[in-house]
């Protein structure tokens, strides 16, 4: 009886009682979309919609919840990181004023206190889809700006080191990656493709592939954001050694229509 509206709303599942737990409660024509869980299970990012998209935090088991950011712009995906103090998304907002006068799509942080940290600064394309690792450093997205090997045009699975402040492009190619999901020690990014890495997707149907971070050696192919040299040769490394021990899954995603 705790959502007669039937409204989209936020549940948590407590695995050991086999309990579900209401955590939201809307009224009129609003609704959740994506929820991801802190690791200690204490916190809870959300997007809420209702006339405009906004980032919450909620905090479990009390449910209260923490407004980050609201904005007339679509939020679709965002990440957390283990202890659940920084949240990760992309917008094309001027969230750190004047880092985004362009109004690009960019990948950015924000903590419980409402604190914004723009990961992204480029002057063409966009960045969305991000992942971040459990500590916060590494963070995996989907470009289609500079960022990208070739420059533009279908997306590709950047990694960003925040420690270094470097941008890596993990698989260069024109016929695009996306929804990367990074790992908790930001050492493996699953994602889907139409490129044909190891030589066995030649019709370039969507894929899942598996990207072994470890691979890049720090900093060795790490390249610095707006590095044209370092992301063409970026591209000649991994063409010629073809690797990332990119591998494709046995069980392979439908096509896209």
Not at 148 to 173: C, E, H, K, W, Y
Request: proline residues 7%.
């Amino acid at each position: 009886g705790g959502n007669t509206d039937g409204n989209v709303e936020v549940f948590v599942y407590e695995v050991g009682s086999g309990q579900i737990i209401q955590a939201t409660d809307t009224v009129g024509g609003g609704g959740y979309g994506p929820a991801v869980i802190s690791d200690d299970g204490a916190r809870i990012a959300a997007v809420y919609f209702s006339t405009t998209w906004e980032i919450q935090l909620i905090d479990y088991p009390s449910l209260a919840v923490t407004p980050l950011y609201n904005s007339p712009l679509r939020q679709l995906t965002i990440d957390l990181t283990a202890s659940g103090d920084q949240v990760v998304s992309s917008s094309g907002d001027d969230l750190v004023p004047g880092r985004n006068a362009d109004g690009n799509g960019e990948v950015f942080l924000v903590d419980p206190a409402g604190n914004f940290e723009q990961v992204t600064d480029t002057m063409t394309g966009g960045s969305g889809q991000a992942s971040i690792s459990a500590d916060g450093r590494y963070i995996a997205f989907t470009s289609t700006s500079e960022l990208s090997v070739p420059a533009g045009g279908n997306g590709q699975i950047i990694l960003a080191d925040r420690a270094l402040g470097t941008f890596t492009s993990i698989l260069p190619g024109v016929q695009g990656s996306s929804q990367p999901s990074i790992s908790a020690d930001g050492q493996r990014i699953a994602f889907t493709s139409r490129e044909d890495p190891v030589g066995d997707n030649p019709p370039h149907d969507e894929e899942l592939l598996l990207a072994e971070c470890t691979l890049l050696g720090e900093p060795a192919v790490a390249i610095p954001a707006h590095s044209t040299f370092g992301l063409l040769l970026l591209a000649g490394l991994l063409l010629a050694v073809a690797v990332w021990r990119l591998r494709r899954s046995v069980v392979p995603s439908p096509p896209m229509a």
